[in-house]
């Protein structure tokens, strides 16, 4: 076990530390959680606590990370930042000395560590994850498009030859003479992060597009920048084997950075075209977890394919408290426990994320403005994510983890 990892006890009167090993002695069923400095983390723990009788050892950057000062969270471990150097290694250390029966990975970079590690973790330790392949396509953002193309699934067009092209050329003066501004760019691969940004005109282009990639590490994608409404399509499934067994839309309406990240108010958003879209991808794909597949509406109203995010959401807080209990579902078939009980599942359902959208006007407080931010927030109602039974954790200050969402 390294020195960056180590396993807490978290209670609402204080925490200690105990030996990793002792989780593993537990008689009780236990599910580890990961990523639990992000708050949808808590209520992924929070869903699973509520529906199944399970102990809940959460994993977090220190015994201050929101997760671990929830009291939805039984045992705590503390673990390098993920996506930091040495990450994978010390998940796979959690993980072979807690034992745990299940594992959730809640980020992009847990995800993608477990996938690489799935081998050498215990083989009593159950974790729904897609196949290494599956997960390499849904990653690289080419290899996704390309698939949905040959599969019929509308994409934006697409100028990244034309300018790689101009690239290799040395850029010269008329080298976008073809491309149609705006455009819009992103990282080619997965990040953990929102790595994107809008071009409108040619006299920046180069600029942005070297910035995006030094930011990124890794190529950068141009595409048409969809001329539609500023909103997010997106549908969330659980498949197990290419099977559905979950599957719920929402409608992003605000989100921060504005024009792609985390969203700070959705709504729940029927569209049987995309939800049969979604699922022809993933099954495809023969797909097990959950997967966030996201569209984006052009002025014609023709919807086109973004991406797909392989992992939970950062707004899952509406699924999961409209009903659509994913996290629940995924553990109780993973164990072959009894199923989390369906309750009301709600066809109609709108929430806000107050204290993400103050956060994200505190960090640009000079080119926002408070006013417009807390009334896109109080108007119309729509209650918040925050549970008020958990108020510690609610407010507890995110840890610089990097960011974990990536959204037009």
Not at 252 to 266: D, F, K, W
Not at 278 to 294: C, F, K, M, N, R
């Amino acid at each position: 076990m390294t020195g960056a990892v180590r396993s807490l006890v978290s209670r609402a009167a204080g925490v200690r530390t105990v030996e990793p090993a002792a989780v593993a002695e537990r008689p009780e069923t236990t599910v580890l959680v990961l990523d639990g400095d992000y708050d949808n983390a808590v209520h992924v723990a929070t869903e699973i606590k509520e529906d199944l009788d399970v102990t809940i050892v959460g994993v977090g950057t220190s015994e201050h990370s929101r997760l671990l000062r929830s009291r939805y969270c039984d045992l705590g471990v503390t673990a390098p930042r993920p996506g930091s150097e040495g990450y994978e290694t010390a998940i796979r250390e959690v993980v072979t000395a807690a034992r745990p029966d299940a594992v959730v990975p809640v980020g992009y970079d847990s995800v993608a560590a477990l996938v690489a590690a799935r081998a050498d973790l215990p083989a009593e330790t159950a974790c729904a994850l897609p196949d290494p392949e599956a997960f390499a396509v849904a990653r690289d953002k080419r290899r996704t498009l390309a698939l949905a193309g040959e599969l019929g699934v509308p994409v934006p067009g697409d100028h990244t030859e034309t300018v790689r092209a101009a690239d290799r050329a040395g850029r010269p003066a008329d080298a976008l003479a073809g491309v149609e501004f705006p455009v819009f760019l992103k990282a080619s691969v997965e990040t953990g992060r929102a790595d994107t940004t809008v071009v409108r005109d040619p006299g920046t282009f180069w600029e942005r597009y070297d910035r995006l990639a030094r930011e990124a590490g890794t190529d950068i994608l141009v595409q048409e920048y969809v001329d539609g409404d500023a909103h997010t399509y997106a549908c969330g499934l659980l498949l197990v084997d290419g099977a559905v067994e979950l599957l719920v839309g929402h409608e992003e309406l605000r989100s921060v950075p504005r024009r792609g990240g985390s969203g700070t108010r959705l709504r729940l958003f029927r569209q049987p075209r995309l939800e049969a879209l979604s699922i022809q991808l993933l099954q495809e794909l023969d797909w097990t977890g959950v997967a966030l597949v996201e569209f984006k509406r052009r002025r014609d109203g023709t919807y086109v394919l973004m991406e797909v995010n392989p992992k939970f959401w950062a707004s899952y807080a509406l699924a999961s408290q409209c009903g659509y209990r994913f996290a629940s579902t995924m553990v109780a078939r993973a164990l072959d426990l009894d199923p989390p009980p369906r309750g009301r599942v709600r066809q109609r359902g709108e929430r806000v994320f107050p204290l993400r959208e103050l956060a994200y006007w505190y960090d640009h407080r000079d080119e926002e403005s408070l006013a417009a931010c807390l009334g896109a927030m109080l108007w119309p109602p729509a209650r918040p994510d925050v549970d008020p039974s958990d108020p510690v954790a609610a407010l507890t200050a995110p840890a610089d983890t990097g960011g974990d969402e990536s959204e037009y």
